[in-house]
Structure formats: C-alpha cells, structure tokens
C-alpha cells in the first residue's frame, strides 16, 4: 500500500509541471530529443532540434521555489507531471525508454524533498506497451507515485487503439491516475502558422483523443484517465458526438456523452462558463484544480477561475475530489499481477 503523508489545508493542484535540469545524452537514438542547457543557477533552456523551445527556471526542478509560490497562493499540494515536450511519443522507443526512467528518478527527488506537498505523475514509453506497463508498475509501486502523464497520441497510434490496451488495462488494475496532455510539436501546422497553436490547436488535439475515448467499442472500465485543459474542446462537441452515433446505427450502446463521465478534466479553462461546461459534461466530482505551474500559460493565482462558482463546488474542486482521488490510489492497488480483472 501506498503511504501518502497528510496534506495540509488549502488547494491542491494536479496540473503543473517540471523538467530536470539536465536529460540524459540521447544523441545515440534516432529521433527528436529535448535537451536541458542550464545557464545560471536559477536559468536554463530547453532546446529541441538545437533551438531554443523555452526558457525554464528553477521553479521546474526546485522544491524550495515551488513551495514558496504554493504558500503565496493557498496551493497545499501540487500534483507534478513531466513536460510535455520530453514525452518524445513519437521517437524511438529505446531512447523514450531511457528518457521516462530518467525523469521519474528526478521526480521522484522532487516529491521526497516535500513529502505532502509534492506528489507525481511520471513518463512512460507508451510507442511500446510493454515497456510502458514496466515502467508505470515501477512508478505506482517502487516510486510510489499517483500515476503517469501521457501525450494524447502516440505518433500516429490514438489512444482508443486496441495496441494499448495492455498499458490502460495495468492502469486500472494499479489505480493509477493517467493524466492526458497535448504536445504542442503534434499540432497541425496550419494552427501553428495562423497563431492559434496554443489557443485552438491544443484543445483540439485533446477533444479528438477524447472523442476517440467516447465512441466505438468500450474499454475496460476502472481507468482513472483525466484530460487537460477543461476536457479541451470535448465538452462542447458531445452532443453532436451523441447525434453521429444515432446516424451511424450506433446508439444502442451508452452514448459518448454517458461515457464521457467516466472521464475526469482539470478546470483549467480561463473561464467559468466552461468550467460550468465541463462540470456538466463530467459531473462536479469530476473535475480537478490544474494551472499549467509553473508556464507563462498557468492560471494566475492558482484557482482563480473558482472565484465564479458557489462554494460546495470552489471546495470540491479546489480540494475535496483530489484528496478523495489521493487518498483512493493510496488504498488502490494490490501488488502487480495479483489481480484476476481481465479486459
């Protein structure tokens, strides 16, 4: 069982991200690899292809700073995942296998220098499963993590591909939680040229992964899948997901939007109608507080979009459905393999 240390009053954040200050030399595998070039103590550059993709500081690898910052805003715990960029889904699976054990051990130097502030979601080479289910197993019980991040595909591969069923059906027999996260390299181009990467391209990405999640056959139930960014774009197409199944032949079967709250998003939306919005669509337990901490993107202070919704839901999502989230995995799992749940 996993031992998860009190956490104290105030919010707790699942969205939030860090990147070590130095990745393993990759040069050897083929593929894009991110690379860390630290210029000051507190400064650094993560480059890709040998340009700079983005300016970093400390608050990607130093527990000191980020629990400075959650204490000037409320924050009692930040849930911490990789930076998307680094899950390299669509390189080579010996490199992206290097890359996600490097970065769990740097995570898990991160969370053990704040046990109960600080608890983590790591990387896994989902391009091979069985390396991925190897990894997530060692994330869940050797590094005691609450789960694992993901892209929302995998090169050309979406996640409703029946390939990964291995890797989700050891997610839902370990309790983990699988936080969905686009990568801004995967875009379309056109979002990109026309300046809307950020703004269009990102919720798009993860409302088609989703809608690939919501439509055509069922998967084991029991994954704790939780998608960024309000759900993206998903909450506002369900319906006409629903419509296609009735003009497909296919509404004999639970519709996308019943099967949409099996899903959890964070409230990272920048408004409160669309928060209400994915309330709806994924049920108020449903929801969880996400920044984006510590990028310019992030919400700012922490939970800011919860000034406009009435205090039982501000609590639950703000606290009260993450505690009842960590404190489930905690109880979660048996040992890998002991569990006779199939497909």
Not at 8 to 18: F, K, R
Not at 49 to 61: H, K, L, M, S
Not at 131 to 145: D, K, P, T
Not at 172 to 180: D, G, T
Request: aromatic share 6%; charged share 20%.
């Amino acid at each position: 069982m996993r031992r998860v240390p009190p956490v104290p009053a105030g919010l707790i954040d699942v969205h939030t991200h860090a990147i070590a200050p130095r990745l393993p030399d990759l040069a050897g595998h083929a593929g894009r690899w991110p690379w860390v070039q630290r210029y000051a103590e507190d400064r650094a550059r993560i480059l890709l292809d040998g340009a700079v993709y983005r300016e970093v500081d400390d608050r990607c690898w130093s527990a000191a700073r980020r629990l400075r910052d959650m204490n000037a805003e409320g924050v009692a715990a930040q849930v911490v995942s990789p930076t998307p960029i680094t899950l390299c889904h669509s390189e080579s699976a010996d490199g992206a296998a290097v890359l996600a054990a490097a970065q769990n051990d740097f995570l898990a130097e991160l969370v053990d220098a704040a046990p109960g502030r600080l608890f983590a979601l790591g990387a896994v080479p989902l391009q091979d499963p069985e390396r991925a289910v190897a990894e997530l197993v060692r994330c869940v019980q050797e590094l005691g993590f609450l789960g694992v991040e993901i892209g929302t595909r995998i090169g050309d591969v979406e996640l409703a591909d029946p390939v990964l069923d291995p890797f989700f059906d050891a997610a839902a027999e370990l309790r983990a939680f699988v936080l969905v996260h686009p990568v801004d390299v995967t875009l379309d181009p056109r979002l990109a040229a026309l300046g809307v990467g950020f703004g269009l391209g990102m919720p798009m990405e993860t409302a088609i992964a989703g809608a690939g999640l919501v439509t055509g056959r069922s998967r084991r139930p029991g994954v704790r899948l939780c998608l960024a960014h309000g759900g993206g774009a998903l909450p506002g197409v369900l319906p006409r997901l629903d419509r296609g199944e009735t003009l497909t032949g296919r509404q004999g079967r639970r519709s996308p939007s019943a099967r949409a709250r099996d899903l959890w998003c964070d409230s990272l939306t920048y408004d409160v109608d669309s928060l209400a919005l994915a309330v709806t669509r994924f049920g108020s337990e449903h929801v969880l507080l996400g920044t984006d901490y510590p990028f310019a993107v992030r919400e700012t202070p922490a939970g800011a979009v919860l000034a406009g919704v009435d205090a039982a839901l501000r609590s639950a999502i703000g606290r009260d459905n993450a505690l009842s989230l960590i404190e489930s995995l905690e109880k979660g799992a048996q040992p890998w393999g002991t569990s006779s749940a199939s497909a």
